[in-house]
């Protein structure tokens, strides 16, 4: 049965890291009384493949779907790693560049590889997420956030997930994974993201 709502918001995830950078978002912003859910933490329910062009779609399928499906209003993010010297791959593949969801060792190995004859000067790259709100009564809204930096020629760090030991922010010299949560918070493509859904989200309170 579809749950009654209230303030428990759906995050179409199974990545912890992923709701506790909302929830850090959502302290510092000053909302509160929202109870955030990750997807092991409401029944199983069909998830519509991720096969969208853009982030965009992807986004506002996994908010539809957890919204149809729990009665909670449901924030997705579909987010990627786009390559300057790749046409801007790998895109919404960023997840399974290597052929296997979410084996971030492996994507990365891959995508190194990839650059290896790529001059420092056209390393450039960028983070992408688009975040979705999707409410019971299909209300949507959908953001964009973007955080733009290079790619380096080995991993550094061991923070964060994804690509972010092989992304160094513009002018920074550190990767993604050595900053501090508050430090990527700030900058990062997600945040910049989550936090332009901000007053929707205070409005479900």
């Known amino acids: 049965m579809p749950d009654s709502g209230g303030r428990r918001l759906l995050v179409a995830s199974r990545n912890p890291k992923k709701l506790n950078e909302l929830r850090r978002v959502l302290a510092e912003s000053g909302v509160v009384g929202i109870e955030l859910v990750g997807l092991d933490e409401v029944a199983p329910f069909d ?55 979410g084996d971030d060792d492996a994507n990365t190995t891959l995508l190194l590889a990839q650059l290896a004859d790529v001059p420092d000067i056209r390393r450039g790259a960028r983070f992408v997420s688009a975040c979705a709100l999707v409410t019971p009564d299909g209300d949507k809204i959908v953001v964009r956030g973007e955080w733009t930096g290079t790619i380096t020629r080995e991993p550094r760090g061991d923070g964060g997930f994804g690509y972010d030991p092989i992304f160094v922010p513009t002018g920074g010299n550190r990767t993604s994974a050595e900053l501090t949560p508050a430090e990527k918070d700030a900058e990062s493509h997600r945040g910049r993201a989550l936090r332009q859904l901000v007053p929707s989200l205070a409005a479900l309170v």
């Not at 982030?55 to 919204?67: H, S, T, W, Y």
């Open 47 to 101: 998830e519509t493949p991720e096969t969208g062009a853009t982030f965009e779609a992807n986004a506002v399928v996994k908010a539809r779907d957890g919204a149809a499906a729990t009665g909670l209003a449901c924030v997705a993010d579909d987010s990627g790693l786009e390559v300057d010297a790749l046409n801007s791959m790998p895109g919404v593949l960023s997840a399974r560049w290597s052929g296997t969801h």
